[in-house]
């Protein structure tokens, strides 16, 4: 499930220059995952609504510094 967050900024895909995008998965951890291929950051848990934005900083984070794990399917 995208979510979005008014104070973060993604910059674009370190791979393939497509848009970033923050993901919740399952309420309880969030990443960043390309629209275009699919590559992610690691995943941040949290546990309360305080947790759940500085996971979403955390990851837009690393993100933003390129820390990306290329995901490619067809390997
Ligand atoms: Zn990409």
Same mark, same amino acid.
């Given at each position: 499930m995208s979510v979005y967050f008014e104070d973060i900024?993604?910059?674009d895909c370190?791979?393939?220059g497509g848009t970033g995008c923050l993901e919740e998965e399952g309420g309880w951890c969030l990443y960043v995952q390309c629209l275009d291929c699919c590559s $992610?950051?690691?995943e941040f848990a949290? $546990?309360?609504e305080a947790e759940r +934005?500085?996971?979403a900083r955390q990851a +837009? $984070? %690393?993100w933003n510094m390129g820390?990306? %794990?290329h995901s490619r399917p067809d390997d």
């Open positions: 900024e993604l910059q370190p791979y393939c $992610h950051t690691a949290f $546990h309360s +934005a500085e996971a +837009a $984070h %690393i820390k990306v %794990i």
